[in-house]
């Protein structure tokens, strides 16, 4: 113990231990115990309390005991209260404390702007999306006897959870209070959605979790998992926490509404991306907000090729100025990574599963994110030379299906749109009009069957015994014939009210000119019903096999998932029966499809290509295949000269930011050490060697980057339009970046590259294989 210590548990924090008892504490764990834990922890987080509490049990040489999870567990809050202390210290002596810094700064790339720099069209582009996989089950007493009130059964007892009001570290959450004043609108929002013009014909189709369903299984957990936003270099800007419910809209609007207030103008990527939209267009507080400040509500890549065809003219990355080659899909790998805390959070305390959250995004954003950014963005650049490269492929496409100049693709994706819009309502008068063939079809088998029920006579026994008999026989003629004209009669006011509203002076008859038109409109409804349920199927089939080859996932499931396509191929093979006889009724018939045709369709789209239109657009070069392959192309050559732009910006704010960050913390670091604050002042410094340990890397492959044939950036650092950094001072003359003379490039880890470049062209080949084997058999 030191002099100066007055109480035990302070002097035994001096000696490196950390008490698990505020008082005359008999158990304490080694500073470099829980270091080790923390550590492990952040790298594997599967790994839980009690298997590590009983490691260290087996090196010691005693028995493991239940209460030693319990002081383990108390002394590790206290270890990472003290780091979070020591953090909020150094960020107050670096003058970051004030509210959102570390959201107006977390990314780099995205928000280190600089003086002169090109202005972007979408200056942010960020991604959203729910999981729930970190849920936490409710400590419930045992479920009552008796139902609850209403009569409904009853799922659990009352909670027997302690009250715990700490927080855990850092400024990622959204309190729930923020997130809950958006859901008293809701039902008005959504209310009102249905009124908003120019719909896409797809954001009706698609949602989230249906609360009729899962509420049910929702009741078992209390936070059923996260709603997370990241930026598009996967920094994590905003988490929320999903209370006893499933992916609702006001997590969204919560999220959203933060980000505008504090980041201003952005675009951001949701799976229901087209839905949202019209969401927060309608919101009346929210709307407004976004439309001031062009908020853009846009589709990810993967999710957006399930999306119908005029929905990704609208909201899908590849058609929007501006996104780039971006995907919007950095939500789905963070999630393949964070899905490992579930075990270790699943049974956890409220507090504790909040701290393991933030704790892990924490150490992500600092040791993976922030390590791979220069190779994200020197992988994204060589993508987009790669795909420039394809330029001379499109002029040769171009010559050979005889398109003069590239305006065509865009006066073809114009006349896609027109077309598609074409398709979304049916014109009131055609609608009525086979409303009124319809009932005049009822009306003419009504009148026949009142016809031939008065033409039925009861034969009746002329025996006394049968007269309850022939009294029966009669009575259920005359009700019959009661029904009857009561359903021509309705049916022939319904008629009267449509021959009234379409101005008909002379009622159709089978065979007129009116009534086979009106029969073709009807058998090309059918047509497309049929359509869209086979459509749906194959949706469905698309989703199950992407997870039945998605690595993680465990034998059972793909099992599981296997024995589901079973069932669904029956089903789309019913469909496809369905569909070839709607087609077959037509007046023109379309053409059929075959189950080889509808399993190898790679992009549900396709499908809108099929839909019936009033003029035949099968001719058209945007509706060809080959025509649709180059066109897709053209665009994807506009996004990739997007692409190179924005990360001509990002790089050189990367850069930029290095420098300034460097620099400031070692003159920060001096003037506290100056100031007499030593202790605080090697905080600093350590905070500073945890932040550039990665900046020699960056700096490598940038200049390997800029040295590669097509790359038209710099690496040269400007001046920032903040001039935090810089302290006052004057910012460096511009210069090349440079290493340090001892650099050592084998340092920087790559061979985990290369192992992953080789294990791709392994699987690559294998895939092969397996194709060629495939068509053998064929």
């Known amino acids: 113990m030191f002099a100066r210590d ?39 987080p599967r790994l839980g309390i009690q298997p590590y509490v009983r490691s260290l049990c087996d090196i010691h040489g005693v028995p493991f005991r239940t209460y030693l999870s319990t002081q383990f567990s108390i002394a590790f809050d206290l270890y990472l209260a003290a780091l979070s202390i020591v953090d909020r210290r150094v960020m107050k002596a670096l003058g970051r404390d004030i509210p959102n810094w570390r959201l107006k700064n977390a990314c780099p790339p995205c928000m280190y702007k600089l003086e002169g720099e090109l202005k972007l069209d979408l200056p942010l582009l960020t991604t959203m999306d729910g999981n729930n996989s970190l849920k936490r089950f409710r400590q419930m007493s045992r479920p009552e ?23 855990p570290p850092g400024d990622y959450y959204l309190t729930r209070e923020a997130v809950d004043k958006w859901a008293k609108d809701e039902v008005r929002v959504l209310s009102l959605q249905e009124r908003v013009e120019d719909d896409d014909g797809c954001s009706e189709r698609w949602s989230n979790m249906r609360e009729e369903i899962t509420a049910r299984a929702l009741s078992m957990y209390d936070e059923t998992g996260i709603f997370l936003s990241l930026c598009r270099h996967g920094f994590v800007l905003l988490v929320a926490d999903m209370v006893q ?40 507080v929210l709307g407004p907000l976004a439309r001031e400040h062009r908020y853009r509500s846009l589709v990810g890549a993967f999710h957006g090729h399930a999306h119908n065809r005029r929905c990704q003219l609208c909201y899908l990355a590849t058609y929007v100025d ?30 504790h599963r909040k701290q393991a959250i933030t704790t892990y995004i924490q150490h992500t954003d600092t040791f993976d994110t922030y390590q791979a950014l220069s190779v994200n963005l020197a992988t994204k650049y060589k993508r987009a030379l790669d795909v420039k490269r394809g330029a001379k492929a499109l002029r040769q496409t171009m010559a050979r299906l005889g398109i003069p100049d590239t305006q065509t693709f865009e006066n073809w994706l114009a006349a896609e749109k027109e077309f598609l819009a074409q398709l979304q309502h049916e014109p009131v008068e055609e609608t009525l009009q086979m409303e009124y063939y319809q009932k005049l079809v009822n009306f003419y088998a009504a009148e026949e069957k009142v016809a031939l029920i008065r033409n039925a006579v009861a034969m009746e026994d002329p025996g006394s015994q049968h007269y309850a008999l022939n009294a029966a026989t009669t009575r259920r003629l005359e009700t019959q014939r009661r029904q009857a004209l009561e359903l021509r009669d309705n049916l022939l006011v319904a008629v009267h009210d449509l021959e009234t509203r379409l101005e008909i002076s002379q009622r159709w008859e089978a065979g007129s000119e009116e009534w086979s038109a009106a029969a073709i409109l009807v058998a090309n409804r059918r047509f497309q019903r049929a359509l869209d349920n086979l459509h749906g199927l194959v949706i469905a089939r698309l989703f199950e096999l992407t997870k039945c080859n998605m690595s993680g996932t465990g034998y059972k499931m793909r099992k599981h998932i296997a024995k589901a396509l079973q069932a669904r191929s029956r089903a789309i093979k019913t469909a496809i029966q369905t569909y070839n006889a709607a087609a077959r009724a037509l007046d023109v018939p379309r053409e059929e499809l075959s189950w080889e045709e509808v399993v190898d369709y790679t992009f549900l789209s396709d499908f809108d290509l099929l839909r019936l239109a009033r003029t035949d657009i099968r001719s058209e070069g945007w509706a060809q295949p080959a025509g649709r392959e180059a066109m897709d192309q053209y665009f994807k050559l506009l996004r990739a000269d997007e692409e190179i732009y924005r990360l001509n910006i990002e790089i050189r704010r990367l850069v930029t930011y290095i420098r300034d960050e460097e620099a400031f913390l070692k003159r920060e670091a001096r003037r506290i050490f100056t100031e007499g604050d030593t202790a605080l002042a090697h905080q600093v410094t350590l905070y500073r060697l945890r932040q550039g340990r990665f900046n020699d890397g960056h700096r490598y492959r940038l200049i390997a980057l800029s040295k590669i044939q097509g790359f038209s950036g710099s690496i040269v650092p400007g001046v920032p339009l903040d001039k935090e950094r810089l302290g006052g001072e004057v910012a460096p003359a511009s210069q090349p970046t440079e290493l340090p003379a001892d650099f050592d490039p084998a340092a920087l880890g790559d061979e985990d590259e290369d192992d992953d470049e080789e294990e791709a062209a392994t699987l690559e080949t294998t895939f092969e294989v397996m194709r060629l084997t495939e068509d053998r058999r064929q």
């Open 6 to 44: 007055v109480f035990v548990t302070s002097g035994l924090i001096n000696l490196g231990l950390v008490p698990c008892s505020p008082f005359s504490p008999s158990v304490a764990i080694t500073i470099r115990a829980l270091e080790i834990f923390r550590v492990t922890r952040l790298r594997c």
């Open 145 to 167: 006897e008796e139902a609850g009130e209403g009569g409904e059964e009853r799922v659990g007892g009352a909670s027997k959870a302690r009250k715990d009001d700490r927080e």
């Open 245 to 284: 419910s499933g992916e609702l809209s006001k997590y969204g609007f919560a999220v959203i509404d933060h980000l505008i207030n504090v980041l201003g103008e952005l675009a951001s990527g949701y799976d229901i991306g087209c839905k949202f939209k019209k969401m927060v267009d309608t919101h009346p």
């Open 322 to 351: 501006g996104v780039g080659l971006e995907d919007l899909e950095e939500c789905e790998s963070f999630f393949s990574k964070s899905n490992a805390l579930a075990a270790s959070t699943r049974y956890a305390t409220p507090f």
